[in-house]
C-alpha cells in the first residue's frame, strides 16, 4: 500500500479524534521519522525493508543528531515500535519482510500535519522557518502563516511545543520528548548551548568548494551587531549576510538532494541483493 493510499483511508475525522500517540525515544523517533519521510519523497521504495530504514537511519542529510545504528538497534526499535501500534509490518512482492508506519491514526494527523511531524522527529527542534522549508519537500507549505495553522492545530494535539517565546526566531519542537530528556533540552537552551540549525554533513566526500566557498565568505562577513557597525554600513552588512544564508539554504538543498539519490541507488541494490537470496 502507498503513502497516497494509506493516507486516504485514514485521514478521517474519527481518525483524528482518537490518537494513541505517547513519547518516544530517541532511535524510535528516527524509525518513525523515515518511514513517514520516505513513503512521501520515495513511494515506490515503501513499505520499507530492514536495509533500507537502517540506511535511512544514519542518513547524513535533514538528520540531527547523526547517528550509526546498526541493524539490531533498528529491529529492536521496529519491534517497540509495532507493540506502541505505530509501525506494523507487512510482506512485500518478495520475501524479505517490509515495515509501514501508523502515524497517521497514531497521532490523530492529517497529511500536511504529518509532514510537518516527521521534520521534528528527524531533525528535532527548529525554527518555523526552517521547519517550512523542510516539510515542504513532503507537502506544500505556502508561507509561515501556513505553517503557523498547521502548528496551532499540532499545539491543541501537545504534539508540538514551544522552547523559545513566540516572535522572529522562535524555537519549536515535537511532543514526543521523554520526560528526562526535554529537561536536559530546555537546560540547554538556557544555557545558550544550543544550535537548532547545524548544517548537513554529506557522507559522499567533503562538501564541495562552492559550497565551502560560501561557507567561509559567511564567517568572514563580519556581524550586524559588531560594535563597530552603525548606520548605513550595518544595513549593508544585514543585508549581505541574508543573501549569503540564502545561497547557503539553496547549496544544502542540492546537497541533500544528491545525497538522496545517492542513496535511493544503494537501497534499490541493497533490495536487489536480498530479493536474490544474498
Not at 539554504?249 to 536487489?272: G, N, W
Request: no cysteine; net charge neutral.
Amino acid at each position: 500500500m502507498n503513502e497516497q493510499n494509506s493516507s486516504a483511508a485514514v485521514e478521517s475525522p474519527a481518525a483524528a479524534t482518537s490518537p494513541r500517540w505517547k513519547p518516544l525515544g530517541k532511535i524510535d523517533r528516527r524509525v518513525a521519522g523515515v518511514l513517514v519521510e520516505k513513503a512521501k519523497t520515495t513511494p515506490d521504495q515503501y513499505p520499507m525493508t530492514l536495509n533500507g530504514l537502517v540506511t535511512g537511519s544514519n542518513q547524513k542529510s535533514n538528520r540531527d543528531p547523526q547517528m550509526e545504528l546498526e541493524e539490531s538497534d533498528i529491529i529492536d526499535s521496529l519491534d517497540r515500535l509495532k507493540v506502541a501500534g505505530a509501525v506494523i509490518e507487512v510482506q512485500g512482492s518478495g520475501r524479505v519482510p517490509k515495515y509501514r508506519h501508523l502515524l497517521y491514526e497514531w497521532l490523530g494527523v492529517g497529511k500536511v500535519e504529518l509532514a510537518v511531524m516527521a521534520e521534528l522527529l528527524l531533525r528535532g527542534a527548529q525554527t518555523e522557518g526552517e521547519l517550512r522549508g523542510r516539510a515542504s519537500r513532503m507537502e506544500p507549505i505556502a508561507d509561515l502563516n501556513a505553517l503557523r495553522e498547521i502548528l496551532n492545530s499540532l499545539r491543541a494535539k501537545r504534539l508540538v511545543i514551544e522552547l523559545t517565546p513566540p516572535g522572529r526566531g522562535q524555537i519549536i519542537s515535537h511532543g514526543l520528548y521523554e520526560a528526562e530528556e526535554l529537561q536536559r533540552l530546555k537546560e540547554r537552551l538556557r544555557a545558550g548551548g544550543f544550535e537548532p540549525s547545524s548544517a548537513p554533513v554529506v557522507s559522499h566526500g567533503a562538501m564541495p568548494a562552492a559550497a565551502q566557498s560560501h561557507a567561509g565568505a559567511a564567517r568572514a562577513v563580519p556581524s550586524a551587531n559588531s560594535p563597530s557597525a552603525s548606520g548605513q554600513n550595518t544595513e549593508k552588512t544585514a543585508e549581505e549576510l541574508r543573501s549569503l544564508r540564502t545561497e547557503l539554504a539553496e547549496l544544502r538543498r542540492e546537497l541533500e538532494t544528491l545525497v538522496e539519490t545517492m542513496r535511493r541507488q544503494e537501497e534499490s541494490i541493497s533490495d536487489l541483493r536480498s530479493s536474490l537470496g544474498g
